[in-house]
């Protein structure tokens, strides 16, 4: 059985700095891609940032520049620096895991920026 477990959220103000961590475990066989997804009140779920096993990275455009995506192969673990935070930020944070098998999700962590 997998399970993903995500830590770091909480409440900051504007301007502030946030670490996500998200760590796998369980029989996970050739992970792929590590990433994060988020959804705020009232709308879709979107693209935060992605991962590759080899450590490119892909970031929604919103996010480039203010969030730093990396992770820890050994750990089996990613993580998600999010820096100069704003209001529109606020949301749930999912990370996962691709693997050639399947897609696995966390729970989901809440990030609220407050103005």
């Known amino acids: 059985q997998v399970q993903l477990v995500e830590s770091g959220g909480g409440l900051v103000q504007a301007g502030g700095s946030l670490r996500l961590s998200c760590a796998a475990s369980?029989?996970?066989?050739?992970?792929?891609?590590m990433g994060w997804d988020r959804q705020a009140p009232g709308k879709q779920r979107e693209l935060v940032a992605t991962?590759?096993?080899?450590?490119?990275?892909n970031y929604a455009d919103s996010m480039k520049g203010r969030f730093t995506i990396s992770r820890d192969n050994a750990k089996n673990t990613v993580y998600l620096q999010m820096n100069s935070l704003k209001a529109e930020d606020t949301a749930v944070y999912y990370c996962?895991?691709?693997?050639?098998?399947?897609?696995?999700w966390g729970q989901g962590t809440q990030v609220t920026v407050s103005s």
């Open positions: 996962y895991v691709l693997t050639i098998v399947k897609t696995y």
């Open positions: 369980g029989s996970i066989f050739s992970i792929v891609t």
């Open positions: 991962i590759t096993s080899g450590g490119s990275t």
